[in-house]
């Protein structure tokens, strides 16, 4: 996926396993980019390296080894829902 690095974006990537190519703007994209790249979820390019080129290279390099991401999904799958986070939260602090 080519995406701004938002964090609901990068976030939803990640819990549906699809490697990204952070393209950061703004705000938070160039810590959520730094961090996709450093953890080997995808790669980064900064705004003075997008090309088309660069793009493609990226998005090629992230599509041949998409199991980082896919095993990001499967973490993420096994975490509670805020519902459930919320509910353990209330029971400890009643």
């Known amino acids: 996926m080519v ?10 990537a990640l819990a549906h396993g699809l490697p990204q ?3 950061p703007q703004s705000a938070d994209n160039f810590i959520n980019a730094e961090m996709i790249e450093q953890s080997g979820l995808g790669q980064r ?3 003075d390296e997008v090309t088309p080129d660069a793009i493609a290279r990226a998005v090629a390099d992230v599509l041949a080894d998409p199991a ?16 459930e986070v919320a509910q353990m939260f209330h029971e400890r602090h009643s």
Do not use: W, Y
């Not at 980082?68 to 519902?83: F, K, S």
């Open 3 to 12: 995406d701004h690095g938002g964090s609901g974006t990068v976030l939803g």
């Open 21 to 23: 190519v952070v393209l």
């Open 45 to 47: 390019l900064l705004p």
């Open 68 to 83: 980082p991401a896919r095993r990001a999904a499967a973490q993420i799958a096994t975490m509670p829902a805020p519902g």
